[in-house]
């Protein structure tokens, strides 16, 4: 199936996010073995942010992924900083917010990208496994928008990137279930104590996307590979980068405590 450019990628970019300062929490792309190399969500939501005219923070774990989607960035003309933090510490929490909004002299929106799941229904799931997975799906979401929301110029949004596991069930994963699901409130909150500042907040829902993770997925989770997609393939990082970007940019801007979800319709039809 030939692609739009948008959802292959490639398309130019329109200057929807020009003169905006970006962090993205979770900018990195997970290493793959697989030959015919694809691109995280986190990944190309900081490059079409940047191909969009914003200056990207690009947070990660991992120091020579952060690197790497900051050259990129750079590569299409805006400026960007890598970031190194873990979002399991409240401490790297705050100092990652402070650390985008110095070196990007100032914040005008946050992406919320990172996220796991492991664990095998309830009996093979642990007390600690599942905090774990809370204080990365959720925990580390609420501490960001702790740390940015005074630091946050009025007008500013907040994107939570969650996924459809927390609409239906599927994964046999019930703490990344129950964290997805949760994020729901937590953009809610946020958006209710950012409106007198006219701060957005809304949550963008992946569907099964191709990305390095995805196929990691797809090797896990059964199901995941006998999907009949509705609309012929899978999304791309690139497809949840635009519904991104349309949350982050004034096209957007009477749109708050919303959710987005980017499946291809399988959630409907499935």
Request: charged share 20%; with cysteine; proline share 5%.
């Amino acid at each position: 199936m030939t692609l739009a450019p948008e959802s292959a990628g490639t398309a130019a970019g329109r200057g929807r996010l020009a003169g905006r300062k970006i962090v993205v929490v979770g900018a990195g792309s997970r290493p793959s073995p697989d030959p015919e190399v694809t691109v995280g969500n986190g990944r190309a939501i900081a490059v079409l942010c940047a191909r969009e005219g914003a200056d990207v923070a690009c947070v990660d774990i991992n120091e020579a992924a952060a690197q790497h989607t900051a050259d990129l960035c750079v590569a299409e003309g805006a400026q960007a900083a890598a970031v190194i933090a873990d979002v399991r510490q409240a401490s790297d929490c705050q100092r990652l917010v402070d650390e985008a909004a110095e070196r990007l002299g100032g914040l005008d929106g946050v992406v919320a990208n990172v996220g796991f799941g492991e664990g095998r229904g309830l009996e093979g799931t642990t007390a600690e496994l599942w905090d774990e997975i809370f204080a990365v799906n959720v925990r580390s979401h609420f501490l960001v928008a702790r740390a940015a929301m005074p630091l946050l110029t009025d007008g500013g949004t907040f994107v939570f990137i969650g996924s459809a596991a927390g609409l239906k069930p599927g994964t046999r994963l019930p703490a990344y279930d129950s964290s997805k699901a949760a994020l729901f409130g937590l953009t809610r909150h946020v958006a209710l104590e950012g409106a007198p500042r006219r701060i957005r907040a809304n949550y963008v829902i992946p569907g099964p996307v191709d990305t390095p993770l995805g196929r990691v997925g797809d090797a896990v989770v059964a199901s995941r590979t006998k999907i009949r997609w509705p609309l012929g393939r899978q999304a791309t990082a690139w497809d949840i980068a635009y519904a991104t970007v349309f949350m982050l940019g004034p096209e957007s801007a009477y749109i708050t405590a919303q959710s987005l979800v980017v499946d291809g319709g399988i959630t409907q039809f499935g």
